[in-house]
T-cell receptor, first 111, second 116 residues
């Protein structure tokens, strides 16, 4: 079983749709959680950190459930520019400095 | 604002050749990592370092060596290139955060390596 597993996707949605991505992790000692966005052939860039209390940044909401070892990302009112691959990242715990990435979920938003 | 700088951006090697991918960061980050990303797949950790003089293996370390003589630099050496090492390589750096976690990672722009 992979340390970090994401919805395989791809997700193809119309503009304006709401879409949710899920991610589970196996290392209960993990301390930090992030969602990254990766555009085609580019480096990953931080989208948002994920906190136990949940956090929101505009149309994006991230949630963490430590008991279930589950992370989610919700995108509301999808835009064409949201088309990208979204990577779930888990860090820290017993191996400080080590980051583990999910395989990513590809989102395509269509007009 | 350089951030993380990787060189070269593109490289073609012949099977059996060796080379070093360079990575430098100017943010005084303690943690640095190397990943490879194959088409349609996620990032796989090759090696990482939690500070100068300290390195450890990741998920796919075979065929690669690293060293961390300074905080700023973390070169990745391919000992004898093989076609299976054709990939995009990303270097990243970050800092320790609170309670054993760490802060966001900043990535270099990647090195696209082809081994023929």
């Amino acid at each position: 079983r992979k340390e970090v597993e994401q919805d395989p996707g791809p997700f193809n949605v119309p503009e304006g749709a709401t879409v949710a991505f899920n991610c589970t992790y196996s290392n209960s000692a993990s301390q930090s959680f992030f969602w990254y966005r990766q555009d085609c052939r580019k480096e990953p860039k931080l989208l948002m950190s994920v906190y136990s209390s949940g956090n929101e940044d505009g149309r994006f909401t991230a949630q963490l459930n430590r008991a279930s070892q589950y992370i989610s990302l919700l995108i509301r009112d999808s835009k064409l520019s949201d088309s990208a691959t979204y990577l779930c990242v888990v860090k820290g715990g017993t191996n400080a400095g080590k980051s583990t990435f999910g395989d990513g979920t590809t989102l395509t938003v269509k007009p | 604002n350089a951030g993380v700088t990787q060189t070269p951006k593109f490289q073609v090697l012949k099977t059996g050749q060796s080379m070093t991918l360079q990575c430098a960061q100017d943010m005084n980050h303690e943690y640095m990592s190397w990943y490879r990303q194959d088409p349609g797949m996620g990032l796989r950790l090759i090696h990482y370092s939690v500070g100068a003089g300290i390195t450890d293996q990741g998920e796919v370390p075979n065929g690669y060596n690293v060293s961390r003589s300074t905080t700023e630099d973390f070169p990745l050496r391919l000992l004898s290139a093989a076609p299976s090492q054709t990939s995009v390589y990303f270097c990243a750096s970050s800092s320790p955060g609170h309670s054993g976690g760490n802060t966001e990672a900043f990535f270099g722009q990647g090195t696209r390596l082809t081994v023929v």
